[in-house]
T-cell receptor, first 113, second 111 residues
Framework: EPEVTQTPSHQVTQMGQEVILRCVPI?????FYWYRQILGQKVEFLVS????????KSEIFDDQFSVERPDGSNFTLKIRSTKLEDSAMYFC???????????FGPGTRLTVL | SQQGEEDPQALSIQEGENATMNCSYK?????LQWYRQNSGRGLVHLIL?????REKHSGRLRVTLDTSKKSSSLLITASRAADTASYFC???????????FGDGTTLTVKP
């Protein structure tokens, strides 16, 4: 069964460093998303991406964040200069059509020291 | 802004019993989805119910949606210890299909 994959599963970085989180959405899906979940809290929307551009972003998704779909399969989230409060689980998701099921990847746990 | 809010926050039951979790939201939706999350793990999609549907079944899961009350419920019948997890509802609005998650219900099923 097709699934969303994410790498790495765990990333440890120093404050101020850049990180790139990678996702491979389900191959025929058109809509892509990043969410994050701070430990013990709910899942928060970061950004949605469709037709090679950002469709919507939350207030969390500031200038330190960027997304890219560099080729036909990968979807990346870059955090330019990490802060301690960026420590969270980051989930990538994709869906085929706007109002169909949204499938999540297993997440990348980002720890900023 | 629309928001899914689950209750109860925590639920503890014995194996074999039924578990019911509720979700309320504030604005109009297109879909509502339920997800399961084991501790520290990813989100597993359980079921999607559309705004024009009232009830949906999948195995031991039964989901209802009442758009007039802006609420949904997830019933897990004949619960098992393996059902122990957090359960989240997520509402899909009209903008780019993003989902808005609630705080979740933590279910513990005792063997």
């Amino acid at each position: 069964e097709p699934e969303v994959t994410q790498t790495p599963s765990h990333q440890v970085t120093q404050m101020g460093q850049e990180v790139i989180l990678r996702c491979v959405p389900i191959s025929n899906h058109l809509y892509f998303y990043w969410y994050r979940q701070i430990l013990g809290q709910k899942v928060e929307f970061l950004v949605s991406f469709y037709n090679n551009e950002i469709s919507e972003k939350s207030e969390i998704f500031d200038d330190q964040f960027s997304v890219e779909r560099p080729d036909g399969s990968n979807f990346t989230l870059k955090i330019r200069s990490t802060k301690l409060e960026d420590s969270a689980m980051y989930f990538c998701a994709s869906r085929g059509e706007t109002y169909n099921e949204q499938f999540f990847g297993p997440g990348t746990r980002l720890t900023v020291l | 802004s629309q928001q899914g809010e689950e209750d109860p926050q925590a639920l503890s039951i014995q194996e074999g019993e039924n578990a019911t979790m509720n979700c309320s939201y504030k604005t109009s939706i297109n879909n509502l989805q339920w997800y399961r999350q084991n501790s520290g793990r990813g989100l597993v999609h359980l079921i999607l119910i559309r705004s024009n549907e009232r009830e949906k079944h999948s195995g031991r899961l039964r989901v209802t949606l009442d758009t007039s009350k802006k609420s949904s419920s997830l019933l897990i019948t004949a619960s098992r210890a393996a059902d122990t997890a957090s359960y989240f509802c997520a509402t899909d609005g009209t903008n780019a299909g993003k989902s808005t998650f609630g705080d979740g219900t933590t279910l513990t099923v005792k063997p």
